[in-house]
């Protein structure tokens, strides 16, 4: 069995996947553990829309729109630039299933009130989110934490029926990855500019 760290470390976004569909009880199983991520009031305000066939097929086609959008958004940047986003935007990547993740825009309790719930339900979905890229690099199956599809959120949210209180957090590919892909360094190797420490 892998380490966390080599769960962590070892996780990689995946851009390209074999036709291999996971079980349903995979796919449930890796949901079930992301959502004991921590959540901000113990909202668990998340939802998960898992698609495969017909759905995933319509969703890949409004995903590979979100290349239009950019080109429309970035039309002043060089073409370099505009390249590496088509490619950044595109990654589906023949993925059999595609996991969307939504929180519920919920009415604070007076208690709430005072606090800035649309960052924390947010900040409280990216948790569970992170979960469930490292459970399903666990389970053997690879993802890709997308928010460029927020792009094309509301035409996302129509073709899987989610009501308008919803928020789209981010979009994966779920299945078996076709490449290995080598890690990617991380900045600050040895820790020397990001980590400020007091009295230790
Ligand atoms: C909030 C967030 C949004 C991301 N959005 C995209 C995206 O839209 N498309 C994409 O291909 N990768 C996306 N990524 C993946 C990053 O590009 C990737 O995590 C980064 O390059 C490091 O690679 P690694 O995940 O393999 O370590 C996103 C990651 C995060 C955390």
């Not at 009130?113 to 960052?119: I, S, V």
């Amino acid at each position: 069995m892998k380490s966390i760290y080599d769960v962590v470390i070892g996780r990689r976004s995946q851009r390209r996947y074999t036709k291999d569909m996971p079980t349903r009880a995979l796919v449930e199983k890796i949901i079930d553990g992301a959502r004991w991520a921590p959540s901000a009031g113990n909202r668990q305000n998340w939802h998960w829309w898992v698609a495969t066939g017909e759905k995933r097929n319509e969703l890949v086609k409004i995903i590979a729109k979100t290349s239009d959008r950019a080109t429309e958004l970035f039309a002043e940047y060089d073409e370099k630039v505009q390249r590496f986003l088509s490619l950044y935007l595109r990654t589906v990547g023949g993925a059999p299933v595609i996991v969307t993740l939504t929180y519920e825009k919920k009415k604070p309790s007076e208690r709430e009130k005072p606090f800035d719930w649309d960052l924390w339900d947010y900040a409280s979905a990216c948790a569970a989110m992170q979960n469930f890229c490292l459970i399903a690099y666990a389970e053997g199956l690879g993802t890709c934490w997308m928010t460029a599809p927020t792009l094309v959120h509301e035409e996302i949210k129509k073709c899987l029926d989610i009501p308008k209180r919803h928020d789209l957090v981010a979009v994966s590919p779920l299945g078996v990855a076709s490449h290995e892909i080598p890690p990617i360094p991380r900045t600050d190797p040895e820790l020397k500019k990001t980590v400020h420490w007091f009295g230790i």
